[in-house]
């Protein structure tokens, strides 16, 4: 037992040496990519700011419409944006809006064609799996410390974590849409004479949509959750004022911040979720 | 020529193909190979032609390796062993060992598919689904469009083009079916099991308009079924499948009629003879008739029957007919007659290779039997015996 317990294996050490190791051998390539990342979510969130708010909230609704043409939807969201204006976040949820949407474009650009290749080779989903779980589970600020190390404050280790914890989601149903295509769907494509990809852009995507663009909704989600973490490392956004509040227990600041994140998360899920839906039925 | 002819052929599923088709060879069944290379025997040895404008119809129970087969004239199942040609132009393809490229041109313009479950393309219209074979063929937006409606019409969907799939019944669904194949004009066309998942109406209204749609198009078709009242029904011949082997292949009456082993004897014990059996192969022949007193000088001969007699002369050819009351009319049946118009002082004499069904029907109306005659000469009659003989299936039991 007292020999167990004093030759610890060194796990964190090694940890802690790649990380150096990493730093030093491509440190530069890590700056100028936090950099490049910083400065384009900068760029967006600056245009978004220079245009007035009540011009953008009109873009924001007419877009609605011509999404979802439901009276309904666009009263709740009208009114979700003005409540915001008006406690004086909109700057805050102009940022967490961005740096939701980069996540979100960022995973699903990765994720689903690494979940087609998944679903199409059995040892890839086999090799993912645990790298997957792994993702999900491992406690943000864990991974937080070294992306800090490793991009510096800002926007981009927030980022970063926030597509290691949402990643997974694309993939996972990206995956479990294209493997779940019924056969015959297949069968059918194969016999009237698809090539390998044709077969993937006629039949197996738009068979797996639905599944792709539930992955794409709990992307957005999975990413509003991490506003607050990411305000931590320095991202801008609805979690700074939170991180505030928290310090100074300052109740009605911490409540309206809340209250902010809670009517971004809704407007998201209902633009998203009712898209996917409409185009199921 | 056949348009396609499969030889020597041989399915497995598993990866110790070698070894199972040893065992094969040595003569060992399907549960033998697989308790011992754990491969699964699809199709075993099977030989078939198939000619232009035939309907040919694999029929066996499920797991019989019917789909199985089908599915190598297209190139979806790979065989282990044997061709499969198909007609392509003047050379014959072997689907078994074709090129990609190969492979990809017989099945856009050579073999096209009906499927069991449909399979049709949910989230496209009705009218894209019929185009989908089309694009493949690299038709043009607005060309596949109008002929995909062409299709839509002949099938009478035209006003459903826009629908998507989930919007139709079942019927209309494989009639979507239906058009997306013969919409690719190709002269092999695979039906899997394609009415099966129908309501029994619905089934038999398909099978009448495939039938008629065969007339008019002429393809060569093979067709999957489970049921023999419909491999009776549609099909020109008939291959039956038990346990990955086809142990009979014939035309539907001789199928009825001489049933190869126990199995197709089970199956036909099960189906309805009066569509499938002609008049000749039920008939009491002339041979077994009781004769009465000919007379020796001329060469004429007269047979007594229940309540009848009929005189035939030298030729064979039927004279006359008497019963109790004095002569009595010989009608002259010909496909097409109005049985209706007939009465109990007919008596009526029909073609030998008459449908049982309209034999029936005809001793239903005369209440007397049928005499039948093939190239103007009097073979035989069918009576009752003949009727309830075949009715009770002992038409090809040994024990009769």
């Known amino acids: 037992m007292n020999w167990l317990t004093e030759h610890k294996i060194p796990l964190g050490d090694w940890m802690e040496l790649f990380v150096d190791w990493l730093i030093e051998v491509a440190g530069g390539f890590f700056d100028l990519l936090s950099e490049v990342i910083e400065n384009i979510i900068l760029f967006l969130v600056d245009t978004i700011e220079m245009v007035p708010p009540l011009l953008v909230i009109a873009i924001i609704l007419v877009g609605v419409w011509f999404l979802h043409r439901s009276i309904g939807l666009l009263v709740f969201i009208c009114a979700s944006l003005l409540l915001i204006l008006n406690l004086g976040y909109w700057l805050e949820t102009v940022q967490t809006l961005v740096l939701v949407v980069s996540a979100t474009f960022i995973s699903v650009l990765i994720g689903v064609p690494l979940g087609i290749a998944a679903a199409h080779r059995p040892w890839l989903y086999t090799m993912l799996r645990p790298i997957l779980d792994l993702m999900q589970t491992i406690p943000t600020f864990v991974y937080l410390i070294p992306t800090l190390i490793l991009f510096g404050l800002g926007y981009v280790p927030g980022l970063i974590s926030t597509i290691i914890f949402a990643i997974a989601a694309p993939i996972r149903l990206t995956y479990l849409g294209v493997s779940k295509v019924p056969s015959e769907l297949i069968e059918a494509g194969l016999a009237f004479g698809c090539t390998k990809s044709k077969l993937l852009y006629k039949v197996e995507l738009p068979a797996a949509m639905p599944n792709i663009m539930a992955g794409v909704t709990q992307c957005i989600m999975l990413s509003l959750s991490m506003v607050v973490i990411a305000a931590l490392v320095g991202a801008d956004g609805l979690g700074k004022p939170v991180i505030r509040a928290l310090n100074t227990v300052n109740i009605s600041q911490g409540f309206e911040a809340g209250i902010a994140i809670v009517l971004v998360a809704i407007m998201l899920d209902r633009i998203c979720k009712s898209r996917s839906s409409s185009k199921e039925g | ?400």
Request: contains cysteine; glycine residues 6%; hydrophobic residues 40%.
């Open chain 2, 1 to 400: 020529m056949s348009v396609v002819s499969i030889k020597n052929l041989d399915v497995v599923f598993g990866d110790n193909q070698a070894e199972t088709l040893e065992l094969m060879d040595e003569g060992k069944n399907r549960e033998q190979i697989l308790g011992a290379t754990g491969d699964v025997v699809g199709v075993q040895n099977a030989n078939l032609d198939i000619n232009e404008g035939e309907i040919c119809v694999l029929m066996g129970l499920s797991g019989s390796g019917k789909s199985t087969l089908l599915r190598v004239v297209n190139g979806l199942n790979t065989a282990a062993r044997g061709q499969c040609l198909v007609r392509n132009g003047d050379e014959m393809v072997d689907m078994t060992s074709c090129s990609e490229a190969t492979l990809r041109h017989m099945r856009t313009h050579r073999v096209s598919m009906v499927f069991q479950s449909f399979a049709l393309m949910p989230w496209l219209s009705v009218l894209d689904n019929v185009a989908f074979g089309l694009e493949m063929q690299g038709m043009s937006k607005a060309d596949r469009q109008t002929k995909a409606m062409q299709q839509l019409e002949m099938v009478g969907l035209e006003q459903w083009a826009h629908k998507k799939p989930d919007e139709l019944s079942g019927g209309m669904r494989q009639r979507v079916g239906l058009a997306r194949a013969f919409a690719m004009d190709t002269d092999v066309l695979l039906m899997d099991e394609p009415f099966s998942a129908l309501d029994p109406l619905i089934r038999s209204q398909l099978q009448d308009e495939l039938i008629e749609l065969q007339k008019k198009l002429n393809k060569t078709i093979i067709f999957v079924s489970h049921d023999l009242d419909e491999a009776l029904k549609i099909g020109s011949k008939i291959a039956i499948m038990e346990s990955a082997n086809i142990v009979q292949q014939d035309i539907p009456e001789k199928i009825v009629l001489n049933p190869a082993t126990k199995y197709v004897e089970r199956f036909v014990a099960h189906t309805n003879p009066l569509n499938v059996l002609k008049g000749d192969s039920l008939m009491t022949p002339i041979s077994a008739l009781s004769q009465v007193s000919a007379e020796p000088q001329d060469k004429s001969s007269a047979y007594s029957l229940t309540n009848l007699t009929i005189q035939v002369d030298e030729k064979g050819q039927l004279q006359s007919a008497t019963d109790n009351n004095g002569t009595v009319t010989i009608t002259e049946y010909i496909t097409g007659f109005d049985v209706n118009s007939l009465t109990t002082s007919d008596v009526v004499v029909a073609p030998a290779d008459i449908a049982m069904r309209d034999a029936v029907e005809i001793r239903y109306q005369t209440k007397r039997p049928v005499l039948l005659q093939r190239a103007g000469r009097f073979v035989g009659i069918l009576d009752d015996h003949d009727f309830y003989h075949a009715l009770l299936g002992k038409h090809f039991s040994s024990t009769t």
